[in-house]
């Protein structure tokens, strides 16, 4: 990635929301005997979750529970717990396909409660981080390194069958 414009954390995080959304809609308006394209779009929005929920638990949430007060801790403490039922909603994808009963509720439902996430973090934990002092550039630059990271662990992976 050439791009020499610095991002801030949570607007680089927004993109990462937008592009998962752009997938969720795609796997809605696949046809439904297509089961090539609803695997792809499943197996592309895992790992894209999978890489912005690591670099949210690794860099975002600590930071924003050393910079939030009590109140504002509970919003942290509630990602991690939705990070969880999305990362265990996303494990089910290493035995299910395509075709299989049940593959399109597990995503439906995946995509539902990603929603809910994103709306959440969106509303109420990015706006109360910005009123902090983190300094969330470098932030985003620590979390663009580390999904840099992960993408190159993930094509290492996928070029080594």
Do not use: W
Request: aromatic letters at 6%; proline letters at 1%; hydrophobic letters at 40%.
């Amino acid at each position: 990635m050439a791009d020499t414009k610095k991002q801030d954390a949570l607007t680089m995080l927004e993109e990462e929301h937008r592009a998962v959304e752009k997938l969720f809609d795609a796997f809605e308006r696949a046809e439904e005997d297509d089961l090539e394209r609803k695997a792809t779009l499943v197996q592309r929005a895992c790992e894209l979750l999978t890489m912005h929920a690591i670099v949210e638990e690794e860099i975002l949430y600590p930071a924003a529970k050393d910079a939030l007060d009590k109140d504002d801790k509970d919003d942290v403490n509630e990602a991690y717990v939705e990070h969880f039922l999305v990362k265990t909603l996303i494990e089910k994808f290493t035995t299910m396909h395509a075709g299989d009963e049940g593959f399109d509720a597990t995503f439906k439902v995946l995509t539902e409660n990603v929603k809910h996430h994103v709306e959440e973090e969106e509303s109420e934990l990015f706006p109360e981080l910005r009123k902090t002092r983190l300094d969330l550039v470098a932030m985003g630059e620590r979390i663009a390194k580390r999904r840099a990271a992960l993408q190159n662990k993930i094509t290492e992976v996928a070029t080594s069958h």
